[in-house]
C-alpha cells in the first residue's frame, strides 16, 4: 500500500528504488503486485561463458524495458542452488518463474511445488526430461540437436572426397545439461554415416575457457594425431586455442575447430582464422520471455514451444558479421 502511493507521487523515484530494491539481496519486493508490476524470477545457471554474460544482460535488460520487477539470482552452476531460488522465488510468491536448467533431470519436485502454489514457470534456454508436461507453461529455446548436425555437416562437407580417418576430440559442455547431450548426440548422428570420422577422446570442459585448455592439454598428450576439435561452446574452443598453440601447433589450420554460440570472442577468433566454422546458439531471449511472462499472467495460451532462430558462420561470414555483432 506504501508502494502505491509514494509510486503516485514520486513518480521517476519510485522505479529506482524499486530497481534497487530488486536487485540485491531479492528480498525488497516481496510479493511483487502490490506495486502494479509483475514479479519474475528468474533463475539463471550461472556466468560460465560469453553466452551466458550476453543472455543475462538480454533478461535484464527486456524486463527493464518491459516494466518487469525482476528477481535474479546466479546458481554457478549448480543445481542445488538453483532449486534454492525457486524455493525462494516461491516463498515470494513472484507472479512467473523463469529458469534456465543446470541439467536436465531432478526437477518434478520443485516444479510440482511451485505448481501447487499456482505460480507458472517458463522454461529458458535449456530443457528438462520430466514426462510431465503441466510442470511448465512453455520453453523457449535453441533446437540443440540441430546445432550438432550443422557441426557434423560442416565436417562431412570439408572432407568429401577424402578417404583417410579423420580424428576428432570433443569437449563436450557441463554434464546432464541438454546443450551438451543435445549438441553431443546431433553431432554423432551426422558423422556416423563415415566410417572415416572417428571421436577419438570426449570430455566434459564444463562450458568454461579454463577447463577447455586443460582438457584439450592433456589431449593433446594423449593423442598424437588430432585432426578436428569439436568445442560445445566457444568459450572452451578459445581455451583449447591457447593448449594447441601452447604445444606449437596452428589452430584452424593443423587442427580443425568447430564451436558453438558465435559470441563475439569466438567470431574474432573465426576471423582470425584459428576456429573454422561456428554454429550460431542466440543468447538474446529476453524480449521473447517477457513477452511470454506478459501473456502468461495475462491468462493467454502461449505455444509449447518457441524455438530461436539460427545461422551459421564461415571465415568469410564472420568479418563481415563482426563490425554488428551485439555480443
Ligand atoms: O551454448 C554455453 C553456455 O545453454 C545454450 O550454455 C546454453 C549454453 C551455451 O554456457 O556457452
Redesign the pocket.
Known sequence: MLKKISAVVLGGLMVTALAACGGDDGAGSGSGNDDGKITLGFAQ?GA?????TANTKSVQDSAKEAGIDLQFSDAQQKQENQIKAIRSYITQKVDVIAF?PVVESGWDTVLREAKDAKIPVILT??AIDSPDKTLYKTFI??D?VLEGKKAGEWLVTEYQGKTEPVNIVELQ?STG???ANDRKAGFADVIKADPKFKVVASQTGE?TRAKGKEVMDAFLKANKDIDVLYA????MGLGAIEAIEGAGLKPGVDIKIIT??AVKDGMQALADGKINFIVE?SPLLGPQLMDLVKKVVAGETVPERVVTEETTFTQEQAKAALPNRQY
Request: proline share 4%; with cysteine.
Open positions: 545457471v560460465e561463458s560469453g553466452w551466458r534456465s534456454d535449456r529455446g535453441s540443440f559442455g545439461s541438454a546443450p562450458f560445445h561452446n566457444d568459450d558453438v554460440d546458439c
